[in-house]
């Protein structure tokens, strides 16, 4: 059906170049190719046509439409990635970078190939704060929090406790903060953010319990031994 539109508009452009009829037959084009991700042959053709003059910013739109309309409606995942990566290989620095980089990522995440996740997590972090920043610093920073990998992980929690707008996230960085903190033995550091947590409302018991134990066994470390008692009866209470 696709290739039979097809041929019909391409000869209503042959037949009436420069008309009303062609250039909706173009637009019409376009939608199919939109549809089965055929974007080269697109550009290919609306560039030999001699009354239309195409930009690459309108190839870019046109590419990154048909690889958004696969992320939301495709059921078959490789289907969704090829459609972005051909984005993003054509245009990696194109109109919808920031998008395309931040589909991709989520997609990678959610497939659990979270060393491919990385590098697109990164070029959407590398722009200023953006609508996809807050979501990037949560998923980047749980990947480098697996592999144990704290020296890239503190700064995206740092950031993410500056910039959060949802309350799980600021509870989410404070308390990865203070657990990393402790992990890698800076003690005052680990009781500071501890002590952040305790402050705020509604605490969720294991937390307001994670952040007494990291007290008392931070104080302890650091020989101060009062502090380390008064904390351990307060987990003992709980």
Known sequence: LNEKALEKFKRTTREFPNS?????????ARNIYID?????????WVRSLK???????????????SAEKKYFEAKNVNHIIDGLL??????????????????????????KEFDKAIPNYQIVLKEEQNEF????????????????DFNDALPLLDRLEEEAYKI???????????RVYF??????????YAKKILLRDKLDTNLENDANIVIARASLKTDDLLTAEEFYEQVQKN
């Open 133 to 148: 920043s807050e979501e990037s610093l949560n998923k980047l920073s749980q990947i480098y929090l697996s592999k144990e």
């Open 20 to 28: 009303p009829d062609a250039l909706e037959a173009v637009a019409n």
């Open 168 to 178: 799980e996230n600021i509870r989410y960085a404070q308390s990865n903060l203070m």
């Open 183 to 192: 992990e890698i033995e800076a003690y005052d550091l680990a009781i500071a």
């Open 86 to 111: 051909r984005y993003t290989g054509s245009f990696p620095e194109g109109i919808h970078k920031l998008k395309a980089n931040y589909y991709l990522a989520e997609t990678f995440f959610e497939i």
């Open 36 to 44: 089965t991700g055929n974007i080269e042959e697109y550009a290919t």
């Open 51 to 65: 009354f239309i003059n195409i930009t690459n910013s309108e190839v870019d739109n046109t590419l990154f439409s």
